[in-house]
């Protein structure tokens, strides 16, 4: 079973109808008491190591004062895998994210890594295993985008909590192309008002002749 998990009340049954039941417990970290008698009570199971702990429970079963033979079965609790935190990314469109690389410093033997991201559009795919390799952004819009990448440990059929970070994509600005202007010495130029698909887009200039007139 996993760490936190319900673990059933265990019966015995003897096809003597008045035996009774003993058993111990040698590993009581597992959430379990170390003895008692007839069934085995449910219990949550606790396992707060990085490997998993396995306890062995004996019974023995007395008729008539008589004992008989024990028997023994183990429960063994995993530990919950975790993941460590990954930092969000920012970026532009066509540049290239960095890699992603899941660990966990828990580091609970054989543990793998499940992913989902919100927004394929960001250039990830929706759902993938392991690390995620460095890939080209892509946004086509004239605003932000952004994808939450969830990932998920497991490890011997137990899950962890979800890590979430974001990986936003910003749009490249364009500028529109200004109609171009001939005018006489002395004459007055008019102003440039400079427009593009991306809000927010600041323009900076640049004049190669400042003998018109202009700054450079």
């Known amino acids: 079973v996993c760490n936190a998990a319900s673990v059933a009340s265990q019966s015995f049954t003897s096809s003597l109808g008045s035996t009774t039941y003993a058993w111990t417990n040698n590993t009581t970290s597992i959430g379990l008491a170390a003895s008692g008698t007839g069934s085995v009570p449910s219990f949550t199971a606790v396992n707060t190591a990085n490997s998993p702990i396995t306890a062995t429970v004996t019974v ?16 063994t609790v995993n530990p919950t895998p975790t993941v460590n935190a990954v930092s969000n990314q920012t970026l532009c469109a066509l540049a290239t994210t960095n890699t992603v690389t899941l660990a966990s410093t828990f580091n609970v033997s054989g543990t793998t890594y499940a992913w989902t991201n919100s927004n394929a559009n960001i250039g990830l795919a929706t759902s993938g295993n392991g690390n995620i390799i460095a890939f080209t952004a892509t946004n086509t819009t004239n605003a932000n985008i952004s994808g939450t990448i969830t990932v998920t440990p497991s490890a011997n059929g137990c899950t962890g ?17 200004p109609t171009n202007q001939q005018v006489c ?16 887009t600041v323009y900076n200039w640049t004049n190669n002749t400042t003998s018109i007139g202009l700054a450079a």
């Open 60 to 75: 023995t079963p007395t008729t008539a004062g008589c004992a008989g033979t024990t028997i023994t079965y183990t429960i």
């Open 161 to 177: 909590s979800t890590q979430s970070f974001s990986i936003t994509v910003n749009p490249i600005p364009n500028v529109v192309d």
């Open 185 to 200: 010495n002395g004459g007055t130029v008019a102003a440039v008002n400079f427009t593009g698909d991306v809000s927010g």
